[in-house]
């Protein structure tokens, strides 16, 4: 086949590439520099490689292959470059350095040899009157093919790394690339070992840079909108009913599914109003379990990652009162330096307040803020603010609420809230990112909407600290009595009932059954049942030297009295034969120590548990007992 056919490929990736380049070069795409590196580079050895072709005489012939092997050094770092700020991967100064400088290296040997042939030869090949060139490698060519894959690999390794991590939404923006680099470098290495008079992979370039425009300047965006779109319509909270002019109905979202019955046919007007009005009048009746009070200010941030050092704040919410009206403020950052603008507006609008809530911020919100906020000489003294953090005390409670975790959107289906929104903080880092090099107007919506229902949710999860307020002995004892009732089996059995009046309602009904013990919560009502321990314990002194131990007695006697006892009867006492026994009906206080409840009995002396008679509780202990059985169930998981 003559190689001006293959030329013509050059030709149309030349055409191609020269109007993706016009296309990137308008494109508002933080990538975009970089990518107009990589495809002028990639153009550029199409071109000298169609002279290549075009051309019999062999000084011209060995010229262009030489250029073109530059080329492909300068052609591979700047894939590697991109693919590096592509991927949101933080550039390691030193490694890049170093391949700079190898490149920088590679480069000058490769043009030296066009006047030495030290690096390599290149042999002529005719085939059908046309003449090829054939490369016979020598060392320093071999140095220059190490380092080529290298950075392949690398571009590679980089790829693979994004595309394991990424949500499938995402996927595909790497995965795509990384197989068309993957063909490149196989076809690369095939025609190199089998010495092939052309070389395919020129053309490849092409295709990697072509493929990279598309995927990152127009599909991803467009595919990620329309899916964002198409999840947040289809789950969202609200009903979503479209109908023709002729009034037939075109679609529903689930949520219209619902009100519909799964049966298009019988939606009608009303039945969407009686809806939407239900829908209303809960949303309204949830915003009331919101304190009022106008120093008050709920607030959460989105961040790029977990690191203070690397990471920005993009975005705050903040909701708060203004007189008798429920307020709602967001600042987002219009690109990754616009950190600033948005810390300094939340750091004056903070100033008005006392009381700051939110969700895990003490851990996670507040030293972000406040570490973000040294870079810009900020200051955000939150020790001067009443903080309280819904997730601190209500998490450490998650083995008796039994959820499924201890994330927010957990907390909320615990009180039933349902979310227009479906997504992560996580997932939406790579949607504002989308955001910032396409400045479409669409993402802003699931943005907005996330960072909005974690602040507006906080003033219904308050509720839940209620609920912590019960282990913080925030309650009053109504009444108690040891109540006698058959188990299965027909056994009678005994446990102590108290009946406890809450200082706060709980916002959700709670039954909790651990060891014996019983815990129901509803409204302002707390009951807990305690079964009792029938049986024989003992009681340990605590001065053993000061004791006799009574083998044929099984008893414990003081010094002062055995004395006078037969020494065969009787020995010195150890810890754990240090006892007296007694029978009859028992509560646990496990490991409590209580200066109440001192005469404390065990099964044996090793024993952690603790027991004390039932008849010690009265008037006087029963407030401290109950005490003692909530810090058991709060601290035992």
Request: with cysteine; aromatic share 16%; net charge neutral.
């Amino acid at each position: 086949m003559p190689k001006y056919f293959f030329a013509m490929f050059n030709l149309v990736a030349i055409i191609l590439l020269g109007y993706v380049t016009c296309l990137a070069s308008k494109s508002k795409n933080k990538n975009r520099n970089i990518f107009l590196v990589l495809i002028s580079f990639s153009a550029l050895s199409n071109f000298v490689y169609f002279a290549y072709l075009l051309s019999n005489n062999f000084w011209l012939m060995k010229v262009s292959q030489t250029v073109i092997l530059m080329l492909e050094d300068a052609l591979l770092l700047s894939l590697l470059a991109f693919t590096n700020s592509y991927t949101g991967h933080k550039r390691n100064s030193v490694v890049s350095t170093i391949i700079i400088w190898l490149v920088v290296a590679d480069v000058i040997s490769l043009f030296v040899n066009i006047f030495t042939n030290y690096a390599l030869t290149f042999e002529v090949f005719e085939k059908s009157g046309y003449k090829y060139l054939l490369i016979n490698a020598k060392w320093p060519y071999v140095l220059h093919q190490i380092l080529s894959y290298g950075m392949f690999f690398l571009t590679m390794l980089l790829l693979i790394c994004e595309s394991v991590v990424q949500p499938v939404v995402y996927k595909i923006r790497y995965s795509s690339i990384l197989i068309c680099t993957f063909i490149t470098i196989l076809v690369n290495g095939i025609a190199y070992i089998l010495r092939f008079i052309v070389d395919p992979s020129i053309f490849m370039y092409s295709i990697i840079a072509i493929v990279i425009y598309f995927l990152s300047f127009k599909y991803t965006p467009r595919v990620l909108i329309d899916k964002i779109q198409g999840i947040i319509i289809e789950d969202m909270n609200d009903v979503l009913i479209i109908f023709d002019n002729c009034g037939e109905l075109l679609y529903t979202n689930k949520k219209g599914k619902e009100l519909a019955h799964l049966n298009k046919s019988n939606v009608s007007l009303s039945d969407i109003e009686k809806y939407c009005q239900d829908h209303i009048d809960r949303f309204n009746n949830s915003l009331l379990t919101i304190t009022y009070n106008d120093q008050i200010l709920y607030f959460d941030i989105e961040t790029t990652g977990f690191s203070r050092k690397y990471c920005i704040v993009y975005l705050i919410g903040c909701m708060y009162y203004s007189g008798d009206e429920l307020c709602y403020t967001q600042w987002l950052a219009e690109n990754f330096n616009d950190e600033a603008n948005v810390l300094m507006a939340f750091n004056k609008f903070i100033k008005d307040f006392d009381t700051v809530i939110h969700f895990n911020g003490n851990s996670f919100d507040i030293p972000f803020v406040t570490e973000r906020g040294k870079k810009y000489n900020l200051e955000f003294d939150f020790d001067n603010y009443q903080s309280i953090d819904i997730y601190k005390p209500v998490s450490k409670l998650n083995h008796i609420l039994k959820m499924e975790n201890n994330k927010q959107k957990s907390f909320e289906k615990l009180l039933g809230i349902n979310r227009s929104d479906p997504f992560s903080g996580g997932d939406l880092i790579e949607v504002f990112k989308h955001y910032v090099e396409s400045k479409d107007e669409r993402l802003l919506f699931p943005l907005l909407l996330h960072n909005k229902e974690d602040v507006w949710n906080m003033g219904i999860l308050t509720d839940l600290l209620s609920i912590s307020d019960i282990f913080e002995y925030k309650y009053k004892v109504n009444s108690y009595e040891i109540h006698e009732y058959k188990n299965f089996d027909g056994d009678i059995q005994q446990e102590l009932l108290v009946s406890i009046t809450l200082n706060n309602a709980v916002p959700v009904n709670i039954s909790h059954n651990f060891n014996g013990i019983h815990l129901n919560i509803q409204n302002n009502t707390l009951n807990i049942s305690i079964n009792l321990c029938n049986g024989t314990f003992k009681y340990f002194f605590k001065n053993y030297k000061d004791y006799y131990f009574l083998p044929l007695e099984d008893r414990a006697i003081h010094k002062s009295i055995g004395e006078f006892m037969d020494k065969k009867f009787r020995k010195a006492a150890t810890a754990s034969t240090c006892y007296e026994k007694f029978s009859g009906s028992f509560l646990p206080i496990f490991d409590s120590k209580s200066k109440n409840f001192e005469n404390c009995f065990k099964l044996e002396y090793k024993d952690k548990n603790q027991y004390i008679k039932a008849d010690s509780i009265n008037d006087n202990t029963i407030t401290e007992y109950s005490h003692i059985i909530l810090d058991y169930l709060k601290n035992n998981k």
